[in-house]
């Protein structure tokens, strides 16, 4: 009989010698909903997306689509998902925090868009809903491919350490985040877009710079920034800069 290979929280716990592991519905709920999780657990209380695959399907060779939720075997097969899954360009996967790798390196510190270090360690769920009575043996990370997923980490509430990879190239010109302010922050971007620029644009500009990481709040402070000056409305969401000088803290 083959054996099956064994992964963390769908499909086995760095603690015991199991087939299949729950990833915990809490923390799924607060990812948002997911169109396709490409290695599922056979047996499940609740579904992980809107289509599942399992190990009957094969997921690495099956068409993958819009948003996927990945939580794949662990073991030498793990990048080989996280691969398809840095190339599908469009998800979150759960992995555990071995940020020493070869493979977490190549496919997630130089691949993905942001990453979350969960506090402490998860407990993943039995066949039948219950949760383990031991966690997982390890940290674990949820790594977002996209701005839209990375976005989901932001807004997600989950508790860790949110860290951006994909930095817009205009903070490495010139930037001290310890002494910027938000007028400081939109005024810059704003002048980087001619002067003039649509709210939407300046939600995509500003995420990713380390005060969204500790704001999970941040587009209702990038709006209160707006409407409080020294910026002028133009309609239809677009803003002009005014000079910035000096700007209060």
Request: contains cysteine.
């Given at each position: 009989m083959s054996k099956r290979?064994?992964?963390?929280?769908?499909?086995?716990?760095?603690?015991?010698?199991?087939?299949?592991?729950?990833?915990p519905p809490a923390l799924l709920h607060a990812l948002g909903e997911f169109d396709l999780d490409p290695c599922a657990p056979i047996k499940r209380p609740w579904n992980t997306a809107k289509t599942h695959y399992t190990v009957l399907d094969d997921g690495l060779r099956m068409p993958w689509f819009r948003r996927v939720f990945l939580n794949a075997p662990y073991g030498n097969a793990l990048w080989l998902w996280m691969e398809r899954l840095a190339k599908h360009g469009t998800g979150t996967a759960l992995l555990f925090?071995?940020?020493?790798?070869?493979?977490?390196?190549?496919?997630?510190?130089?691949?993905?868009?942001?990453?979350?270090?969960?506090?402490?360690?998860?407990?993943?769920?039995?066949?039948?809903?219950?949760?383990a009575p031991r966690n997982a043996g390890?940290?674990?990370?949820?790594?977002a491919y996209?701005?839209?997923?990375?976005?989901?980490?932001?807004?997600?509430?989950?508790?860790?350490?949110?860290v951006p990879l994909r930095v817009p190239r205009i903070f490495a010109i010139a930037w001290n985040p310890a002494h910027q302010s938000w007028?400081?922050?939109i005024d810059q971007f704003t002048q980087g877009e001619g002067g003039t620029v649509s709210v939407a644009k300046l939600y995509e500009l500003v995420r990713g710079h380390p005060?969204?990481?500790?704001?999970?709040?941040?587009?209702?402070?990038?709006?209160?920034?707006?409407?409080?000056?020294?910026?002028?409305?133009?309609?239809e969401g677009r803003w002009k800069a005014n000079t910035c000088q000096p700007c209060e803290k």
């Amino acid at each position: 009989m083959s054996k099956r290979s064994k992964g963390m929280g769908g499909h086995q716990s760095a603690r015991a010698n199991k087939d299949e592991w729950l990833t915990p519905p809490a923390l799924l709920h607060a990812l948002g909903e997911f169109d396709l999780d490409p290695c599922a657990p056979i047996k499940r209380p609740w579904n992980t997306a809107k289509t599942h695959y399992t190990v009957l399907d094969d997921g690495l060779r099956m068409p993958w689509f819009r948003r996927v939720f990945l939580n794949a075997p662990y073991g030498n097969a793990l990048w080989l998902w996280m691969e398809r899954l840095a190339k599908h360009g469009t998800g979150t996967a759960l992995l555990f925090a071995r940020t020493e790798t070869k493979g977490f390196s190549k496919w997630v510190w130089d691949e993905a868009t942001a990453i979350l270090f969960l506090k402490g360690r998860l407990h993943f769920h039995h066949v039948n809903g219950d949760r383990a009575p031991r966690n997982a043996g390890a940290p674990s990370v949820l790594a977002a491919y996209g701005q839209y997923d990375a976005d989901m980490l932001i807004d997600s509430g989950l508790e860790g350490q949110f860290v951006p990879l994909r930095v817009p190239r205009i903070f490495a010109i010139a930037w001290n985040p310890a002494h910027q302010s938000w007028r400081e922050i939109i005024d810059q971007f704003t002048q980087g877009e001619g002067g003039t620029v649509s709210v939407a644009k300046l939600y995509e500009l500003v995420r990713g710079h380390p005060k969204t990481g500790s704001n999970k709040h941040w587009k209702a402070k990038v709006r209160q920034t707006l409407q409080r000056g020294p910026f002028t409305p133009l309609g239809e969401g677009r803003w002009k800069a005014n000079t910035c000088q000096p700007c209060e803290k």
